[in-house]
């Protein structure tokens, strides 16, 4: 689909020709007649590779293109046609730049009678990027460079870069990188060069972090005369590491032309981009609208992601410079973009520097298949939008998937937007209203190809005062206390305030409106204005002291205008509980950040913490010492002086020997009384103790068995408590295995069973109101003839038990219980235990004659099943472990006794050795574990350990000169060893030995991995900075005189070395010299090879030679010869000697009358005694000059007398 326009039907609408005031000096843009530019370094990896320039313009002009200060003429003068354009191949292998901090004379010079538009792509296969070029009078003197994050490796091309083309002679450039350059230029310190017209330099950053090299966006570029800045990368992928990079490379703005206010817009069939922000001043702040404010300083940058479906606006308090990239094609989703996706950088011009009209190219390259237009402008221009005489509209409804228009309802600064798919070729746009602007990028992809650049902006020197994004537009905020600078900018040379300043800047700290008006040095007015608004946040915690005892709690609250809130103990609320002594501050920042201050004084005096030491239950009498301790509240001795007092109110009660912390109660008789210690602080603050003491009777044990006489008295006796003791007091009964029969009145009267086996007592101890009694004991009868036995009471995992109630007693019934809810009537039964457990057993003996009559017994633990244990330990059979390891019974007992094996030797056999450490003295060891709990011994576990391989290795050298050669041999005491190894954590080869390359200077980590063939067990050693490469210095000179004659054979040296410390000069005659630019003066006739030695502080070094040639300067001439000779060389006069430069010779010969004879304007040309006319002169003496230069250039001047004879 193409929108082309005959030359007919443009010249009949001569109102297409719309410009941005073309006849307005002081409007700077894109277009122009004079543009200076030059061609970064681009890869060249194909047989494919070229330069190229596209030219544009509105009307037929002419333009020529020059090279270098000479401005050297590059083929003839080109013709273009209205609203065409014309490509120019620029021979790459002349003007492409190669390498870093050079002086170049590379600087391409584009002169056009008429204005047009320049466009400039460098291209490779799969490594290409376009930019517009800017005309000489858009240029200026302060740039930043915007570049992108290189990849990290040492792979070619990936490397930042940036190059500056000179437009006038003596230009002084002061460049300031942010990171080391390739010729290791320290990062963030500034250094200089001097540049001629059509000179130009490149500075790259390879992407080695070891040696502080990066990415050079921030490079800080100043000259004090106009220069073309170009930046981006070699290659770059976009993020870093994503995959896939190509070339980037646009045209700096100078910082005159930055802005405050972008629109941005995807591109098209790209799921995201990625924005870079640039930051021309200290804390500028920021706005992405829908994300939280940034705050950048001088030189910084952040970067954020713009996703498909998100047009944004930029909003900075100070100008920015952005930069949009497309990114590899690996970040990008395939199903959305196809995969036709290769980065490439874009620069976005500010709203203030949006056109009324534009002419320009949609670059056709060889690889890209799609291309597009992307298009910001006013939303009530939609219907006034041109693009090649029709209007977008119209377009849009001829095919509204091509020109797609999108209409946000806000957010978007009152702009629509739109993404045209459009055709290579040259396109004219125009928004049919004065004043009114765009701005449009042009961008296209195809397979590994993709190309993106601005296509028509203002590039005007902007006064712009700034705005504060908390306002609207023109408000800046003024903080109270604060004051703010307002800068017009150093580019313009007349200021006029309304202050009456005329100064650059002013401070301002007072609200209210300010403006200025200036001119640049063309006399060009501009103006601007802006009203500060002042905030003056006001906080208060309502009090500045309090002062008050011990517990104080205090809310302190800083008010609820603000937005937040800053205390001293670091908590971010409005309000805050304070109970300290303290000074607390807080500072609160209002909707606008501007933040306010006050702080308030609390003393909390403390009052003692009063511990009472005496018991406050007393037993058996009516007198009791009462003792207290005094403590401060964080429980430290109380020492402070105190006013105290120890009453009651009960008048009976008396308080004696008393002290601040001691007093002797009396008190009538048995009861509850209160005492109460008053204490008073230095401070006036007083505390109250309530300390109630109890004083009781300790209660009585006694009691008695009865019931000898009674019908059930062979099998229980009766028991009675005889006591004082009230029924609540607490009876802590004992009766031995023996259990209750019957609770007549438990536990004053009860029954229980005789004692079974041997003698058996009763105990019993009270306790009533805190007060214990005496043990009471009584022996019980035991019951006669009866006794329980079992054959087994210990087993593993499952036991079997006979058990015999051996009875004497006739006519009773049993009831056995054993444990496990499983009971038995049999007198002798036998029971399987099934699980193992320690198990209670019950037995109950009933009179048959009287059923009441019994006697229960409970035997606690009687039989004992204990499970076999398992002897695993820990230690992981799969993991490869260091030269030993500690292993773990992990189901450890008190009863546990341990014997631990090795290969199934016992080497430990005992009760703590739960834990054990193992020594790993083989590649694998076996290690065993038994374990015996409660008689009960398990099978033995065994596990297999692996080592780890021994490693070590050694390497020859750990410091020389790049490029170095390290050899590294594995030293393991293992057999079956492999051996990985490592240089800075990468993998680099293999072997028992192996030899690294080190090819750039720096410190290196070292290291080896291992594998062990017997064990599959891999470990790493690294060893840090165990190699020092030092850089190897450049070697290089020059000489004032290759060749020299012997008579003048004084030659200067002139050192170009870099890195070098020492220097050693060889002059290839047996003459030495250690000057920095030593001269020597040869003397004799020869080819001498000159040779410099330049060595560093660590001993690098590096040679250079070049072969000077010092000639003899003999001119001879003979004073006779004779035409008729038999011999050859008496026939003919000429000149003989070395050193004259053949094309600057002139001899005459005269006759004595000073008539010319003969001349020649070769030095080997033959006077064969004829004249001009070609007749034999006559005999006589004749008189020749010659003037010729030599081949240094001197011009010398020499006559003679010669004799013609006959």
Known sequence: MRYFFSLIIIISIPFFLKAQT????CHKSTEGSDFWFGFMEGRDLEDIHFLEINVSAREATTFTIFYGPDETQLGLPYQITP????????????????GSEKIENKGIHLVSELPVNVFALNWDKNSSDAAVIYPTESLGIEYYAMCYTPSIGGDNGRNTEFLIVATEDSTTVNI?????????????????????????????????????????????????????????????????????????????????????????????????????????EDRTVVWINGLKPDTLDRGEYRDTVLLWYQPKRIIAEKPVLIAQFSQSTSEDLYDFSGGNNEPFMTILSPAAQYRNSGNFVVYESLQPSDYFINLVFPREEISNIYLNNEK???????????????????????????????????????????????????YSYGLQESLGYGVAFNLDNLVDLGSSINFQEDTLLLCYGDTIPLDAGSWFNEFYWNTGDTTQSIAVADSGWYWVEVKDVNGCPQSDSVFVFLSHPIADLGLDELKDCEPTVLKLDAGEEFWRYYWSTEERTQTIIVDSTGTY??????????????????????IPKINVVTSSIICDTLVTPLEIELLRTDLSPWDMPLDWNWRTEDPDVSISDSTDTFAKIRVPAFGDYLIYYDAVTQDGCDTIKQIQLSFNETPTSDFTLEGQNDECSDFSKKVLYTGDANPGAFFHWDFGSSLIVDSIDYPLIFRVSLGIGESHEIRLVVEENGCYSDTAINSIVVLQ??????????????????????????????????????????????????EPKLYNVGLTITSQSNNECRAKYSFKEMIQVYPTPVAAFTGDQNLCYDDSLKVLYTHAKDSSIYKWYKFNELFYAGFDKQEITVNLNLPFTMVSLVVEEYGCISDPWTKRFSRKPHIDFTIDKTEGCHPLVVQATGNSNDNNILYYWLKNRQTEGFGDTYNFNFNEPGSYDLGVHIYSEQTTCRDTLLLNDVVLVNPTPFADFEVDLPIAY?????????????????????????????????????????????????????????????????????????????????????????????????????????????????????????????????EPAQMGNYIWTASYSDILGFNHELKGQVLLIR
């Open 176 to 280: 300031t990188p942010p990171v080391v350059t390739h010729k290791h230029k320290p990062a963030n310190t500034t250094f200089t060069i001097e540049l001629d017209k059509g000179q130009s330099y490149q500075v790259q950053s390879m992407n080695i972090d070891s040696i502080g090299q990066g990415d050079l966006t921030g490079s800080y570029i100043t000259s004090d005369k106009p220069i073309a800045l170009f930046s981006g990368s070699l290659i770059s992928m976009v993020p870093a590491n994503s995959g896939t990079g190509d070339h980037l490379f646009e045209q700096m703005p100078p910082v005159n032309a930055w802005g405050r206010e972008f629109f941005t817009i995807p591109h098209r069939f790209r799921y995201w981009d990625r924005l870079r922000i640039l930051s021309q």
């Open 22 to 25: 073309p006849e307005d000096d």
């Open 1046 to 1174: 012997d008579n003048n054979s004084l030659i200067t040296f002139t050192n170009l070395s870099e890195l070098g410390t020492k220097y050693l000069w060889d002059f290839g005659d047996g003459n030495f010299s250690q000057e920095i630019n030593p001269q020597h003066n040869y003397g004799e006739v020869g080819i001498y090879n000159a040779q410099l030695i330049n060595e560093t502080e660590f001993g690098c070094t590096d040679t250079a030679s070049l072969e000077i040639n010092i000639v003899p300067f003999t001119i001879l001439a003979p004073n006779a010869f004779r035409p008729e000779s038999e011999y050859e060389i008496n026939k003919y006069f000429t000149l003989v000697g070395e050193g004259i430069n053949p094309e600057k010779f002139n001899m005459k010969i005269y006759d004595r009358w000073g008539q010319l004879i003969f001349e020649s304007f070769n030095h080997l040309s033959k006077w064969d005694g004829k004249s001009l006319n070609g």
């Open 785 to 834: 003839n009866v006794d329980i036995k079992a054959n087994k009471t210990h087993g593993c995992d499952t036991l079997t038990v006979s058990f015999d109630g051996e009875m004497l007693l006739n006519e009773v019934d049993y009831s056995w219980s054993f444990g496990d809810d499983s009971t038995s009537n049999e007198p002798n039964p036998v029971h399987f235990y099934a």
């Open 83 to 98: 609203f065409n354009s014309v490509k120019v191949i620029i021979p790459w292998d002349l003007l492409e730049h190669f």
């Open 392 to 442: 977008l509209t119209d377009l849009e409804l001829q095919d509204p998937v091509a020109f797609d228009i999108k209409r946000p309802a806000n957010n978007f600064g009152g702009n629509f937007y739109a993404q045209l798919k459009v055709d290579p070729g040259v396109y004219n746009m125009w928004i049919d209203t004065p004043d009114k602007g765009f701005f449009a990028t042009s």
């Open 585 to 606: 501050e807080v500072t609160v920042v209002n909707r606008y950040g501007c933040k306010a201050s006050d702080q308030m004084s609390l003393t909390v005096y403390p």
